[in-house]
């Protein structure tokens, strides 16, 4: 595993609509894991691969609940119900935090390293992080959404 440069916010990488993976391979396998090990490294509870340079359609996310480490290859959130306002920050801009509204409960479908389609049902943190990384597979910021923002630490 290796810890992976995270892209700051301005790289024209972080603003690509990235693309599905059509094959899952020991490539994207090892870039799975690579992305963990700098979510870990770095304080983080998701990362999206356009945050580390690749613009294609993979996240992962562990919330430290109670499903740990989850990888979403080609996500799609299907389904999106209630709404809460709570702080956002990233990884790709640091010491910047934004008040963000997000669905309190979603579905999302994916797959998994295996290439075997998955369904999540998640609210709270987890739904926020989907909602979030799933929002860099577009090209979108928190920043871009946010109904305030403020610098130093999470309020």
Known sequence: ??????????????????QPIDHIDKKIRTLLDDMAETMYKSDG????APQVGRPIRAIVIDCQE????????NPV??????AVTD?????????????VER??????EFLNRRGRKQHLTAK???????QHECDHLEGRLFID???????????
């Open 66 to 73: 109670e499903h740990g480490l989850i990888e979403l290859i």
């Open 1 to 18: 595993m290796a810890m992976l440069e995270i892209k700051k916010a301005g790289d024209p990488v972080l603003k690509e609509v990235c």
């Open 145 to 155: 959404i946010a109904k305030s923002l403020h610098k130093g630490v999470q309020q």
């Open 87 to 99: 702080t956002e920050g990233c990884l790709s801009v640091p010491d910047i935090y934004g008040e």
């Open 124 to 130: 709270g943190l987890l739904a926020r992080c989907v």
């Open 77 to 82: 959130i299907t389904f999106r119900e209630g």
């Open 45 to 48: 509870v998701g990362i999206a």
């Open 103 to 108: 669905a309190e409960k979603i579905k999302v």
